[in-house]
């Protein structure tokens, strides 16, 4: 039997910016029985060669690597196919742990006996390389991770989705369960994860402490976009997951957890009408971005959702650089 308590899945494409730092937060740990398998997902740059110098320096670093990009539900999957630890953890190629994350998640899923532990996240800005905010509003006390609660919190237009909690995941269960990533999708595949694993029974929960740092695509205070996101956001990709739940767990759900998926997929349809509406102004073409409006009139909730974000963020970190240069 495997002595390693956290085997840590860390898909890579085109990393190798940030897959150095990455890696950097693992051997920072507090707990050190823990695997990184990085599966480099045919990168074009340096990033397998970097990885296979870090597997050099440290024998818990292993490395996969694939012929062609199959995108992060197939590389995660090949990764969790070598895994060897009692807790399964996912850490993408250009964010970091805070180094307590592992030893406290364990800890509190060993104590509580949990399939699923997940916790708060910090906002990290590329463009000024430093934290700018938690992910979500201050979580006090711990909270039970349930279906009804995730998909309410998973709507687009929260202050931050659920779906894009990093949870450790017990072993154990996904295998006596038998989940695994949904390879066909490429966009909402975490939270797809989570809802299965929550309709299979799974006890979660989130704990307070912030301790994993998500670089997102686009510095929220320095509009920077990151060199290493190459999503494409589809929202109508993110609908097909909910459907696909819809279809596949529909006579376990309550009609509470039935109302919630609903509401998921208007918010989802709703946000893509607003990022189809925003592209469209910013190439111009204005009658498409009118008819888009017309069929899709919530899509105004989320022009107050980024309205307030500017307020609430962006605002005063400009208001602060204006005192400064003025001064």
Aim: glycine letters at 4%; one cysteine or more.
């Amino acid at each position: 039997m495997s002595d390693v308590i956290v085997s840590v899945l860390i898909p890579a494409y085109n990393a190798e910016s940030t897959l150095e730092r990455t890696v950097a937060s693992l051997f920072a740990q507090t707990l050190h029985s823990w695997e990184a398998v990085i599966v480099d997902d045919a990168s074009h740059d340096r990033t397998l060669q970097i990885a296979l110098e870090l597997a050099a320096k440290d024998c818990r670093v292993k490395v996969l690597h694939t012929r062609e990009n199959r995108r992060q539900s197939a590389a995660r999957n090949m990764g969790l196919k070598v895994a060897t630890g009692a807790w399964i953890a996912i850490l993408d190629a250009d964010d970091a742990f805070l180094p307590r994350r592992l030893e406290l998640l364990v800890a509190a899923g060993e104590d509580n006996n949990l399939d699923m532990v997940a916790d708060n996240q910090i906002f990290f800005d590329v463009g000024l390389q430093q934290a700018s905010r938690l992910t979500a509003d201050p979580i006090t006390p711990t909270l039970v991770w349930n279906l009804e609660t995730h998909l309410n919190k998973e709507r687009l237009g929260r202050s931050f989705k659920w779906g894009l909690l990093k949870p450790i995941i017990r072993h154990s269960f996904l295998k006596e369960v038998g989940l695994c990533y949904r390879e066909q999708f490429h966009m909402g595949e975490d939270s797809l994860l989570y809802m299965e694993s929550l309709a299979c029974g799974a006890k979660a929960t989130v704990i307070p402490d912030c301790m994993y740092l998500y670089t997102t695509s686009r510095g929220e205070l320095s509009g920077q976009v990151s060199s290493f996101s190459t999503s494409t956001y589809r929202f109508d990709e993110h609908i097909s997951t909910y459907d696909y739940f819809g279809k596949k767990y529909h006579k376990l759900l309550s009609s509470a957890e039935l109302k919630q998926l609903e509401m998921c997929k208007k918010a989802a349809k709703s946000y893509n009408a607003y990022m189809g509406i925003r592209r469209c102004i910013r190439d111009r073409k204005i009658g498409e971005a009118i008819a888009l409006s017309l069929a899709e009139p919530t899509f105004l909730n989320f022009v107050g959702v980024a309205m307030l974000k500017f307020v609430k963020y962006k605002l005063p970190y400009k208001l602060r650089l204006y005192r400064g240069k003025s001064h």
